[in-house]
């Protein structure tokens, strides 16, 4: 495979259920990304890990918590979420962070809590 | 604060040319990106404008006037297929990227 891979591609959960968000890039890239997605507003960063240390948490909820073991994956793990936590997660790699170069994104994993 | 503003929707039709502006206010800029996001899939990269002036790419084009906090993606020959959403991204004095919401392009027959 090749580019930016995230499973699962849907995922309905209960409030108080735990599961877990996989990217995976395959591009040599040092640099991954969490993102939001909602409807009609603009991608919120949630996450970024250069080299795979976490360098930027934009003050999202401790009920998301990322993990990357390596350069090439990250999981964002989710617990006791809410409703308005629905939205769709899109995961990004590039080069490293804060360089010229563009991001690459992966299919995203359209989340629905109930 | 910083934001970028571009238009929620728009319609145009097969064949014809349209022009989907942005203007930003970030602290301080390091390029703006042009990116095409169809429905249920990734945002995909269009362009990358750092200097002013108009990068041309095929069917697409995209301006920038840093003087004025502006930008344009201009599709022509417009395809079926163009319908999309595409988003404007610049990249702040901190090398942050800051998004617009998306301009979603209906295309008509």
């Known amino acids: 495979e090749t580019g930016v891979t995230q499973t699962p591609r849907h995922l309905v959960m209960g409030m108080t259920n735990k599961k877990s968000l996989k990217c995976e890039q395959h591009l040599g890239h040092n640099a991954m990304y969490w993102y939001k997605q909602s409807a009609k507003k603009p991608l919120e960063l949630m996450f970024v890990?250069?080299?795979?240390?976490?360098?930027e948490n934009n003050s999202v909820p401790s009920r998301f918590s990322p993990e990357c073991p390596n350069s090439s994956h990250l999981f964002l793990h989710l617990h006791t979420l809410q409703p308005e936590d629905s939205a769709l997660y899109l995961c990004?790699?590039?080069?490293?962070?804060?360089?010229?170069?563009?991001?690459?994104f992966g299919p995203g994993t359209r989340l629905l809590v109930l | 604060g910083q934001n970028i503003d571009q238009p929620t929707e728009m319609t145009a039709t097969e064949g014809a040319i349209v022009q989907i502006n942005c203007t930003y206010q970030t602290s301080g800029f390091n390029g703006l990106f042009w990116y095409q996001q169809h429905a249920g899939e990734a945002p995909t990269f269009l362009s990358y404008n750092v200097l002013d002036g108009l990068e041309e790419k095929g069917r697409f084009s995209s301006f920038l006037s840093r003087s004025k906090g502006y930008s344009y993606l201009l599709l022509k020959e417009l395809q079926m297929k163009d319908s999309a959403s595409y988003l404007c991204a610049v990249r702040n004095s901190n090398y942050q990227l800051i998004w617009g919401a998306g301009t979603k392009l209906i295309i008509k027959p």
């Open positions: 990004a790699s590039s080069p490293r962070e804060g360089d010229q170069e563009t991001q690459y």
């Open positions: 890990y250069n080299f795979k240390e976490q360098t």
